[in-house]
């Protein structure tokens, strides 16, 4: 198939398409899905989503990558998280343009593992319950994912699968501070930033 690339580099067309860099074995499948089982060493054939181009449906700037599945979160999210979204972006693309400039291999700033929940997209009011709240909800019963203090049904918070990038999230939230509330290092396995206008975490 013919691939083309974005204005970074990237090929942005769906199916088999090369690698940018040969030292990086990244495969696109259908559905913007990207399969990265070299370098960076996000696992073993790991696919993840990218969302290309200006902004999809929700609002969101182009150029995330989501874990598999996550996208379809984005119908969750607030306009305060899509600010925040939108203010990172930008941060995360020159941070990556940066290390390729200095011969780092290319490198995934912002993997998106978490919006809302998979299972209760668009009604995460079903899980922003105290008592008897579904076993099978993935945040706490008051997290900003599920609307927090808010509790709009909106979800106010994004959690990055690739927290070994912890210090450029850092270094953007100082540049997107104003949007930001909670942010931390949660569980060893993701980073966690919440708006600034939701209280909870």
Not at 14 to 40: D, E, F, H, Q
Not at 97 to 126: H, K, W
Not at 132 to 160: Q, R
Request: aromatic share 10%; charged share 20%.
């Amino acid at each position: 198939m013919i691939c083309t690339k974005d204005v970074m580099g990237n090929f942005s067309k769906s199916g088999i398409c090369p690698s940018p860099n040969p030292n990086n074995n990244v495969t696109w499948l259908p559905g913007n899905k990207i399969c990265y089982v070299a370098n960076p060493p996000i696992g073993p054939k790991t696919c993840m989503e990218r969302n290309f181009g200006g902004a999809d449906e929700a609002g969101v700037t182009g150029g995330w990558h989501f874990d598999d599945g996550i996208q379809a979160q984005l119908s969750d999210a607030s306009q305060g998280l899509i600010n925040l979204l939108n203010c990172l972006r930008p941060k995360f693309n020159e941070f990556e343009r940066q290390l390729s400039r200095e011969g780092s291999p290319p490198v995934v700033i912002g993997r998106i593992s978490s919006i809302s929940d998979s299972d209760y997209i668009g009604n995460l009011g079903a899980c922003h319950v105290q008592n008897n709240k579904p076993a099978n909800c993935d945040h706490l019963w008051n997290s900003c994912h599920y609307g927090g203090d808010v509790n709009d049904g909106k979800s106010y918070a994004v959690d990055f699968g690739d927290e070994e990038n912890f210090q450029y999230f850092e270094r953007a939230i100082s540049q997107c501070a104003r949007y930001v509330g909670y942010h931390a290092l949660e569980n060893s396995n993701h980073y966690h930033i919440s708006t600034a206008s939701c209280r909870d975490q």
